[in-house]
């Protein structure tokens, strides 16, 4: 008896060390190609795919939403719409208008210049050749200096295709030349304008907008909705603290803060993420429920059935033990309580209550024969009975699925000590309890 109690209370005080593991993907089968490219993603992306939403009615209110969430220690980045909105946005911002500043003249010069309409002239740009060779000569010396290897490559064409341009000066007649030299002057007056409209756009700091990107970068995080009043998601990465021994963002040691930070900043986020901590949840308060639940109703049964607190007690004796040293022997292998293991809650209290029962019954029956509780067939029906359900739920163990596997262990486990509190505790504690035989008087 003292064995078994002190096992008994090591095992709960390891139970309080367990903790609920949200994390299907340990459930998985281990090699599942899924499972294989979601952690590829996850390693070569940067970015866990286990990410939450919040859905929001403007882009104004999206841009508040995510300074709030990048405040919070647990969150990494916020992507979707939030791409409009990147990190360090003023610092960025007066970067641009700095270089705004030192490029709008030339810019500015080069856009008035040609959008003014230019008197027309048969005479191409004068002195073409001579810039061209002077640019070759200054290509010619920055490739004699210290440059990278791709600017080399860069300005090695670049000469070549001067040196094309030049060598075309004495091959091609004086009407054509005239010809090709008006139209490569109304090509390079096109491409300024097109690069300085270009650097003009790229140095706006007016807000970005949906238009401002690629509809397929934002697609997913704008609603089709047919009024103007349009939905944006935000996408929250999480941050894992810096500890070697958390897996990953459904790690039952981070996920409930990361899910208690998002909530306390918006109480309507969704995503996967929150879907698995909130579904884990209920599983594990229901079926702790459940749990509860059966074992006051095996109570109430065996109590009107003995008639007494005290039989009741004693016959819920060996379950309760076997429940309790299962989780002791779960932390020691390192089994952790997951959304199919949790099952045996209910389940050990309606199986492994017979055999306490049955002992019971035959004790009043046979209050003398030793051992108590367990002759006349009961002991061997009770290990029979509880040899076939041992089976019966150990065969899950070689199951792939590693979540129908623990179920199997957890249940088997638990069934079989179950019985060994019957061999042992139950009987010790009918001796106790056994009246002593007075001695005879001659």
């Keep these: 008896l003292a064995v078994a109690v002190g096992l008994s209370a090591a095992s709960l005080l390891a139970l309080n060390q367990m903790q609920f593991d949200y994390d299907l993907m340990k459930l998985q089968p281990r090699g599942v190609d899924s499972v294989q490219w979601q952690q590829r993603i996850s390693d070569d992306g940067g970015q866990s795919i286990w990410a939450a939403v919040s859905i929001t009615n403007s882009l104004e209110a999206a841009r508040r939403q995510k ?3 990048l405040e919070l220690p647990t969150v990494s980045d916020v992507n979707g719409i939030g791409i409009l909105f990147p990190k360090d946005e003023a610092r960025k911002l007066e970067k641009i208008s700095t270089l705004h500043k ?16 230019q008197a027309k ?19 010619r010396v920055a490739v004699s200096q210290d440059v990278p290897d791709d600017i ?33 002057t109304d090509q390079y007056h096109r491409w300024r304008i097109s690069t300085a409209t270009q650097v003009e756009a790229a140095l706006d700091t007016s807000p970005l907008t949906p238009a401002d990107v690629p509809s397929e970068l934002l697609r997913p995080y704008i609603s089709d909705s047919p009024t103007d009043d349009h939905q944006f998601a935000l996408e929250i990465h999480p941050r894992l603290p810096d500890d070697p ?42 079926y702790r429920m459940a749990g509860l639940y059966a074992l006051m109703a095996v109570f109430v049964l065996v109590w009107i059935d003995f008639k ?52 019971l019954h035959r004790h009043r029956h046979d209050p003398a024969t030793r051992p108590l509780g367990l002759t006349h067939g009961t002991g061997k029906g009770i290990t029979i009975t509880s040899l076939t359900t041992m089976i019966g739920f150990g065969v899950m163990m070689l199951a792939r699925h590693r979540g129908i596997a623990s179920l199997g262990f957890v249940m088997m486990t638990g069934i079989g000590l179950t019985m060994l509190a019957c061999w042992t505790v139950v009987p010790a504690w009918l001796e106790i309890r056994a009246p002593k035989p007075t001695d005879s008087v001659d």
């Design 308 to 359: 007494s607190i005290r039989a009741a007690i004693l016959s819920l004796v060996p379950v309760a033990i076997g429940f309790a040293v299962t989780f002791g022997v779960m932390w020691l292998v390192g089994v952790s309580i997951n959304p199919a293991n949790i099952i045996v809650l209910p389940l050990m209290f309606g199986i492994g209550v017979d055999s306490g029962v049955h002992m």
């Design 152 to 184: 080399r490559t860069q300005l090695d064409q670049l000469n070549r295709a001067i040196d094309h341009t030049v060598s075309l000066r004495t091959t091609l007649d004086p009407k054509r030349l005239e010809t090709g030299l008006t139209r490569l």
């Design 102 to 117: 030192q490029l709008s003249h030339d810019i500015d010069q080069t856009l008035d210049h040609h959008r003014q309409p």
């Design 67 to 69: 300074e709030r969430f």
């Design 245 to 286: 021994t958390i897996a990953g963002p459904l790690d039952p040691r981070f996920l409930p803060h990361f899910i208690g930070d998002l909530v306390a900043t918006d109480p309507a986020v969704t995503g996967v993420v929150v879907q698995i901590y909130r579904s884990g949840y209920l599983i594990l308060h229901s």
């Design 121 to 139: 002239t048969d005479q191409p740009t004068p002195d073409l050749f001579t810039q061209l060779v002077a640019m070759q000569l200054a290509m």
